[in-house]
């Protein structure tokens, strides 16, 4: 018969009796191999540390072989438990943003803005401070690769970020107006550390859309983050909110405190693509000869 790991009942008995006989702390239980690994693996399971139940052999002979003291040993179990929730944290906020795709800042070319500040941005303090940040530039500039470099960078910080198009957000709020849900979906908005905006101004919205727009904005005036990013400047706001006065003031709601960064008019998009083909004489020109 293999030995079996003691119960939980043998322990606490093991520790009054320990207690009783004025000793520091419980008694200490002399365990084989199996039965230790047996423990171990029902006690990570009752605690939920899955990283600890499948590190733990490993760690344990590495730990034999550098000679580690105890403590030490048990410092490597659980950092490698934080680091894996913490992983697995970042993972799921990225997931919950719901971004199109992964665009990160150290992946876009600093070259193009010389002036950005991505390091600062990146490290999430205007955030914290309840700053927006507004991206404007013509289509292909980078806007969007830099609104979801943020959002990740903010995600992967522990925050709870959210990305959507304006389109998108705007018949999310009117669908949930008409099914009487409003109150319960700006709530949702409301607890986001970051609301990444993509594609303002670009579609034209009805009067309703707007104020209900201007609704998810002014919740998040000097309280929480957005970040915007258009292909029109402030000018022409008032081609997408129609009201004039609605527009001065959703302008005035995302500039106040705000980092507001020009991307410029020349392409990003077809900057990088002639960048990635072969000068003349490359590949490319050579297959088109043969």
């Given at each position: 018969?293999?030995?079996?790991?003691?119960s939980?009942?043998?322990?606490a008995?093991?520790?009054?009796?320990?207690?009783?006989?004025?000793?520091?702390?419980?008694?200490?239980?002399?365990?084989?191999?199996?039965?230790?690994?047996?423990?171990?693996?029902?006690?990570?399971?009752?605690?939920?540390?899955?990283t600890?139940?499948?590190?733990?052999?490993?760690?344990?002979?590495?730990?034999a072989?550098?000679?580690?003291?105890h403590?030490?040993?048990?410092?490597?179990?659980?950092?490698?438990?934080?680091?894996e929730?913490d992983?697995r944290?970042?993972?799921?906020?990225?997931?919950?943003?719901?971004?199109?795709?992964?665009?990160r800042?150290?992946?876009?070319?600093?070259?193009?803005?010389?002036?950005l500040?991505?390091?600062?941005?990146?490290?999430?303090?205007?955030?914290?401070?309840?700053?927006?940040?507004?991206?404007?530039?013509?289509?292909?500039?980078?806007?969007?690769?830099?609104?979801?470099?943020?959002?990740?960078?903010?995600?992967?910080?522990?925050?709870?970020?959210?990305?959507?198009?304006?389109?998108?957000?705007?018949n999310e709020?009117?669908?949930?107006?008409?099914?009487?849900?409003?109150?319960?979906?700006?709530?949702r908005?409301?607890?986001?550390?970051?609301?990444?905006?993509?594609?303002?101004?670009?579609?034209?919205?009805?009067?309703?859309?707007?104020?209900?727009?201007?609704?998810i904005?002014?919740?998040?005036?000097?309280?929480a983050?957005i970040?915007?990013?258009?292909?029109?400047?402030?000018?022409?706001w008032?081609?997408?909110?129609?009201?004039?006065?609605?527009?001065?003031?959703?302008?005035?709601r995302?500039?106040?405190?705000?980092?507001?960064?020009?991307?410029?008019?020349?392409?990003?998009?077809?900057?990088?693509?002639?960048?990635?083909?072969?000068?003349?004489?490359?590949?490319?020109?050579?297959?088109?000869?043969?």
């Open positions: 018969m293999s030995p079996s790991a003691p939980a009942k043998t322990r008995t093991g520790a009054a009796r320990g207690a009783a006989e004025g000793g520091a702390g419980p008694a200490v239980t002399r365990l084989a191999d199996p039965a230790a690994e047996a423990a171990i693996g029902a006690a990570c399971q009752a605690l939920h540390l899955p600890v139940r499948a590190e733990a052999g490993r760690l344990a002979d590495a730990a072989r550098e000679r580690l003291s403590r030490a040993f048990l410092a490597e179990v659980l950092a490698a438990e934080c680091d929730r992983a944290r970042r993972t799921r906020r990225v997931q919950e943003a719901r971004f199109p795709r992964l665009k800042l150290a992946e876009f070319d600093l070259a193009a803005l010389p002036e500040p991505p390091a600062t941005l990146a490290g999430g303090g205007w955030i914290d401070a309840g700053q927006p940040v507004v991206l404007l530039g013509d289509s292909g500039t980078g806007k969007t690769h830099l609104l979801i470099g943020l959002g990740i960078a903010a995600a992967e910080g522990g925050r709870r970020v959210r990305y959507a198009t304006t389109a998108a957000l705007v709020l009117a669908e949930a107006a008409d099914e009487r849900q409003l109150s319960r979906v700006l709530g908005y409301a607890r986001l550390d970051l609301l990444c905006l993509d594609e303002l101004g670009y579609v034209h919205l009805d009067p309703r859309g707007a104020e209900l727009l201007f609704q904005i002014t919740d998040r005036e000097e309280r983050s970040a915007c990013a258009s292909n029109a400047p402030f000018s022409e008032g081609q997408t909110f129609t009201d004039p006065r609605l527009a001065a003031a959703v302008v005035d995302l500039t106040f405190h705000a980092h507001i960064i020009n991307t410029g008019t020349a392409s990003y998009r077809l900057r990088s693509t002639r960048a990635a083909r072969p000068g003349p004489g490359g590949t490319e020109q050579n297959q088109a000869r043969s």
